[in-house]
């Protein structure tokens, strides 16, 4: 069974960045699409982009500002967050492709 670790959240001034990592525990995270999600309190889990092998997708809310990435020789996806916004404030999830396996989530916070 592989698992997902994220990491890379924190608190963050509008028009800030972050970048979230999301690793996995073993190599047929190389296999499968990764997907991030986040939850805003009070709010439905909602996709925020996905990373095939090539291609990319994004959600409106969020196109131009961030960028998924992956490097499969580290089995890690990244999660580039720049121009930050008060309502990017959630938990944010990976999760990988048809496995099902989601991480554990990790808090990011735009506030000033």
């Known amino acids: 069974q592989v698992q997902l670790v994220e990491s890379g959240g924190g608190s963050v001034q509008p028009g800030g960045s972050l970048r979230l990592s999301c690793v996995a525990s073993?190599?047929?995270?190389?296999?499968?699409?990764v997907e991030w999600y986040r939850q805003a309190p009070g709010k439905q889990r909602e996709l925020v982009g996905s990373?095939?092998?090539?291609?990319?997708n994004y959600a409106d809310s969020v196109k131009g500002r961030f960028t998924i990435s992956r490097d499969n020789s580290k089995n890690t996806a990244y999660l580039q967050m720049n121009s930050l916004k008060p309502e990017d404030t959630a938990v944010y999830y990976c999760h990988l492709g048809a496995t099902g396996v989601w991480g554990q989530g990790t808090q990011v916070t735009v506030s000033s």
């Open positions: 073993r190599s047929i995270f190389s296999l499968f699409a």
């Open positions: 990373i095939g092998r090539e291609s990319t």
